[in-house]
Structure formats: C-alpha cells, structure tokens
C-alpha cells in the first residue's frame, strides 16, 4: 500500500532547514500521530521555542476543524502550579499567510495546534484558532507537517483586526541597524497599539508580558521611554508613560511626563497622588534590591538565574528615569563582575574596579 501525500497550501518556504515543497510526504500516519503536542513549563523555554522558530508570518485564520477528540495531556506545571493533566484537541488550521517573517511562506497554508477546547478556560491566554483572527505564527516541521511550536497555553501573537494594517506597515519597513526580527515585531505590535490610542485612561495599560519574553525586561522598558518621550499620540504617549512606573522601578519621572500628556487633566488627580506615592517609596524600593542583589523576584519568576540575565537586569536598573534610584543601580553594578561594565554606567562603574 502506498503512502499518501499531504498537501501543503503554500507558494513555498525556504530557510532554517526547510525545503520549498508544494507536497510534503507525511508518511503513513495520520497528523494526529505523528504530532505531539508540545508544552513548555517555563517561560523561557517557551519564548525560547518562539525565537527559534523555522517560520514566523503574519497570518489571518480562514478556518478551522478540530480532527481529534480530547486528548489528556501532561501539563508539567512550574513553582507555582502543579503538574495536571489537561484536554487538548488537534486542529487543523487554514490561513492565508499574508508576510513571511521567516521561512518565506506566503499564501494559503494549512498547519496544525492542539488546542483547548474543553468548556471555559480561566488560565492563561490561549491560542484561538477563529475565522478572521489575526496572528503573527511561530511554525515549524513536524514529520512533515507545519505545527506550532508549541500547544498550550498559547504560542502566538495575536494582531487586533483594527491594528492589522499598521502591524503590516510597520513590518514592511527596513529593519533598524542591528534589530533583530523578533525585537521589530515586538516593537511594531506596542507602536501600532499605543499609535491607536484615543483617550486618557487611568485602567489603560498596554499587555507587555509576551514582549518582555521574547525580547527582556531592558528592550521593553527602553521602549516604552521613547514612546512616553516622543509618540506623536497623546494618549499612546500618557499609556506608555502610566506603564513605565507600574513596572519598572526607578521611573516615577515618568509620572511628570504623563502629566503632559494628559494636558486637559483629565487624570491629573491620580496620576499625581501615584507620583507622591512613587517617590515615597523609592528609599524603600532602593533598599529592597540591595537585599536581593538588585535580582527582582518577582520579573525574574519562572527563569533560571544566570549572569547575561543578570547583567539585563542591571542595564534596567541602570537606565533608570531617577537620578538616585539609577546611581544606586551603577553603585551595585560595579562590583559585579558580569556588570561592571554596562554603558548605562559608563566611567562610574569602571572607575571602581581598578
């Protein structure tokens, strides 16, 4: 008995391995063995398995089936959550892949995720398979078959259907000196988002954990500076602003500059009750990362410790928007020997490991 063939719905791909094929041998068996579902325990295996990805594209879903009954899956859990089984179902998913990213697949194309879809779901945020959604896709090969790079709890980006056409502007444009693919999509998708912005709102603040993860702490927090500085938006420019204090410590200035933004003082009241409160605690805050060795546990959760995570952390500590909370940053760093020499610091640092 012969094999049959699977079609792959694509013009062709190419790169980080892959062939261009309009028809991939699948082999013998169905997607639904030879497709295991894949779930990471700890976040930076899962953005890890996101950065690394064969195909990167922006895509909008067409359709979708699920071609399995629910499977029980381990989920392997992490320091806070144990180990549980869970359902997942296998979908095959239909798109049209509108930009290659990586991979250069464009065109219809068909792949595969196990997903939720079991009842509610109060957990993390999912991958929704939906006609009309729009996603930026991590892909790879999976015995033939394109598959996400992983199942649950969620191993995409999804793109409001208001802010499709700035994303893809913006990641049509030639990449900046030195910016990495991952860096422009994270970049692009927090512009598109505070650039639509159209109000002062105090509850407002932009989702940043997935950026965060795929790129660091620093790169995101460095965004959101230029963003509150310089975003042509008012009200992108005052969400930004609201954001850099609420997660990143030494940056109550960022509370004045919000307060420029918000020139009819729509939330003037709030917004300088919480730079009082800021600043209050700032001595505070300084003596809780001495403690620590200047490591936050709480935006370290979830990540092995090592000295280039390290030396990220105190490239953020050091770029802070306040004076004292940045000279207590660059004090601890120059008797580390993994951040000494952070340009954030520049000379000061240097000047005392000699």
């Known amino acids: 008995m012969r094999c049959p063939t699977h079609q792959v719905q694509s013009h062709s791909y190419a790169g980080a391995g892959l062939i261009g094929l309009a028809l991939v041998i699948a ?32 895509a909008e879903v067409l ?60 957990g993390e945020r999912l991958f929704r398979p939906l006609p009309g959604y729009w996603h930026v896709l991590f892909l790879r090969e999976d015995n033939g078959y394109l598959h996400t790079v992983g199942d649950y709890p969620g191993y995409d980006l999804p793109i409001p259907r208001d802010l499709v056409t700035a994303t893809l502007a913006g ?4 990449p900046e000196n030195g910016s990495d693919v991952v860096e422009r999509i994270v970049s692009v998708l927090l512009r598109s988002e505070l650039e639509s912005a159209n109000g002062i709102y105090w509850s407002y603040t ?7 993860g795929l790129t660091s702490w ?36 960022a509370y004045r500059l919000a307060l420029e933004a918000d020139s009819a003082g729509v939330e003037a009241e709030r917004v300088t009750a ?27 959760e979830g990540w092995r410790p090592n000295a280039e995570r390290h030396r990220l952390a105190m490239r953020l500590y050091a770029s802070a928007m306040d004076p004292d909370f940045r000279a207590a940053a660059c004090e601890a760093a120059a008797d580390m020997p993994e951040a000494h020499d952070i340009p954030e610091c520049g000379a000061s640092s240097k000047a005392r490991t000699r």
């Open 206 to 212: 932009p989702n940043t954990m997935d950026a965060e």
């Open 171 to 174: 990641l049509q444009t030639a």
């Open 218 to 253: 620093f790169y995101v927090a460095g965004l959101l500076e230029s963003f509150c500085r310089h975003l042509a938006n008012p009200f992108g420019r005052f969400a930004a602003c609201m954001a850099l204090p609420n997660e990143f410590s030494g940056r109550c200035e």
């Open 274 to 300: 919480a730079l009082a409160r800021c600043e209050a605690q700032k001595e505070s805050a300084i003596a809780f990362y001495r403690s620590n060795g200047w490591l936050d546990p709480t935006i370290s």
């Open 27 to 58: 082999g013998c068996h169905s997607p639904a063995r030879t497709i295991r579902p894949a779930i990471y325990s700890r976040p930076e295996s899962k953005y890890q398995a996101m950065k690394l990805a064969p195909v990167i594209v922006i």
């Open 63 to 122: 359709d979708y089936k699920l071609i399995t009954g629910p499977r029980k899956v381990l989920d392997p859990g992490n320091a806070l959550n144990p180990p549980r089984w869970i359902p997942l179902h296998l979908a095959r998913i239909s798109a049209n892949a509108v930009l290659g990213l990586r991979g250069n697949l464009r065109g219809p194309i068909q792949f595969y995720s196990w997903v939720w879809a079991s009842g509610q779901h109060g």
